[in-house]
């Protein structure tokens, strides 16, 4: 059982910044990817940012320069840094954890970006 729990998201304004966490817990083994999506209102969920373990870090071109995905292996926890917050952000952020059994989903925190 793998549990991956979300915090960081809430209300901001056009240009301001937020930063995403995902801890996970439980019986994890052998990662093979960390990521981020989202999913607005009536959208697909797309992917926004992953990090490969032992291999490359991929951005969607919509958010490259402005969001950056980390990792603290000591804490189990994934991170995305969001700067330069356009409306067009705004979804919910979904942290993945690729194993090579599967893959699983955290819960999702909302992003706003709104004046």
């Known amino acids: 059982q793998v549990q991956l729990v979300e915090s960081g998201g809430g209300l901001v304004q056009p240009g301001g910044s937020l930063r995403l966490s995902c801890a996970a817990s439980?019986?994890?083994?052998?990662?093979?990817?960390m990521g981020w999506y989202r999913q607005a209102p009536g959208k697909q969920r797309e992917l926004v940012a992953l990090?490969?373990?032992?291999?490359?870090?991929t951005y969607a071109d919509s958010v490259k320069g402005r969001f950056t995905i980390s990792r603290d292996n000591a804490k189990n926890t994934v991170y995305l840094q969001m700067n330069s917050l356009k409306p067009e952000d705004t979804a919910i952020y979904y942290c993945?954890?690729?194993?090579?059994?599967?893959?699983?989903w955290g819960q999702g925190t909302q992003v706003t970006v709104s004046s």
């Open positions: 990090l490969i373990i032992g291999g490359t870090t």
């Open positions: 993945n954890l690729g194993l090579r059994s599967g893959g699983y």
């Open positions: 439980g019986s994890i083994s052998s990662i093979q990817h």
